[in-house]
């Protein structure tokens, strides 16, 4: 799975930006602000319409215009790919595959995987379990459709609910409406818990193995998914964790008014981690919860070509500066396969790599060196 060619226009520091990619390593190098992070998140865009630093889509559009477009010529499983996204200030994004218009976001699922490794990742470990969630969510969503549109639903349905609770002192009426949205958040939360289960499944198969060796089998990797209590079998099929969800929302009902939240649902789901049978984030060392952060990483590499059979698209934004050299020697020796894209500030530091290709960004220009 490659990214063989990208066009911007208007995408964040980018008035316009072209370049074709090497299907081995791709460097960029450059000051920073120039534009490295930039050219990586178009690409990471285009495998799931998100972005890792924006919350909005308006942020990614240049200042001073109303749109911004990214265009991927692509290669995966045989097939080759044009992929767009059209954004505009005020309107409804437009997504397209082969130019013909998706409706959702949920079907550029297995297009285009990639796994985007950035410096903030370094501190997946000792950051609050939303930042793990949405380790959880970014994979999960490039594997399975059905979990991108459960979370999409979830989320407007959380946001929907909250509404109504905070409400509901004003409009007491509103609770009228409250178990509709209840059932509805349970339908959607019972397939976000089935497929994270299953996901942190095939973590703990792959991650201890990798974080053994980073750590000279001097550490001992644990992960553990932290659900709703009343589900009893996280990995069951969604019918039958949904009454377990629905019980566990109807026990919280009052607690949930009185404090208008939401009080229950996997919106509080926790990937817990243990280093030698303690909490990471509590008890483990910089270098151990980096340690264990590059292992997550590399594992949801590992599962997604399991999965496809092809290696996805491997980001590393400008992380290798913020490891040790012991560290920076195990990612590189396990990137031998697979297209990948290093930013950096000075390229001649890696010229260890494979063949490959090197870029240069400056003022937002991009150009072959």
């Not at 079907?107 to 470990?125: A, N």
């Not at 590399?298 to 491997?314: H, K, M, N, S």
Request: glycine share 6%.
């Amino acid at each position: 799975m490659t990214v063989d060619r990208i066009s911007l226009d208007f995408f964040r520091s980018y008035v316009h930006g072209e370049a074709e990619f090497h299907p081995g390593v791709n460097v960029v190098a450059g000051e920073n602000a120039q534009g490295k992070t930039n050219l990586l998140e178009a690409v990471a865009y285009l495998s799931s319409a998100s972005s890792h630093r924006a919350r909005y889509d308006r942020e990614l559009i240049r200042h001073g215009t109303d749109h911004a477009f990214v265009k991927g010529d692509i290669s995966a499983r045989g097939r080759r790919l044009v992929l767009e996204a059209d954004l505009h200030r005020g309107q409804r994004r437009q997504l397209r595959c082969n130019g013909v218009k998706l409706k959702t976001a949920g079907e550029l699922c297995g297009l285009l995987r990639t796994v985007l490794f950035c410096p903030e990742d370094l501190y997946l470990i000792r950051e609050g379990a939303e930042v793990r969630r949405r380790f959880l969510d970014s994979c999960i969503c490039q594997l399975r459709p059905r979990y991108a549109q459960a979370l999409a639903e979830y989320k407007r349905l959380y946001q929907h609910k909250t509404r109504i609770l905070k409400d509901a002192g004003e409009h007491p009426a509103l609770l009228d409406t409250l178990d509709d949205f209840s059932l509805r958040m349970a339908q959607c939360g019972a397939v976000i818990v089935h497929y994270r289960a299953h996901f942190i499944r095939r973590l703990r198969e792959t991650a201890p193995e990798i974080h053994r060796d980073c750590s000279g089998g001097r550490e001992t990797l644990a992960l553990r998914y932290d659900t709703v209590s009343s589900v009893t079998d996280p990995e069951a099929p969604p019918k039958a964790i949904l009454p377990q969800l629905l019980a566990h929302q109807e026990a919280h009902r009052r607690a949930e008014i009185e404090s208008r939240s939401c009080l229950s649902g996997p919106h509080k789901d926790e990937l817990a981690v243990d280093i030698d049978g303690a909490a990471a984030k509590s008890y483990a060392s910089q270098g151990q919860t980096r340690t264990a952060a590059l292992a997550l990483k590399l594992a949801a590499r590992d599962i997604f070509c399991q999965d496809g059979g092809e290696w996805p698209v491997l980001l590393l934004d400008d992380v290798l500066s913020e490891l040790d050299l012991r560290r920076q020697e195990f990612v590189l020796n396990r990137i031998t396969s697979g297209q990948v894209f290093i930013t950096c500030c000075e390229e001649e530091k890696l010229a260890r790599l494979r063949e490959g290709k090197a870029f240069r960004v400056k003022d937002g220009v991009l150009f072959p060196t």
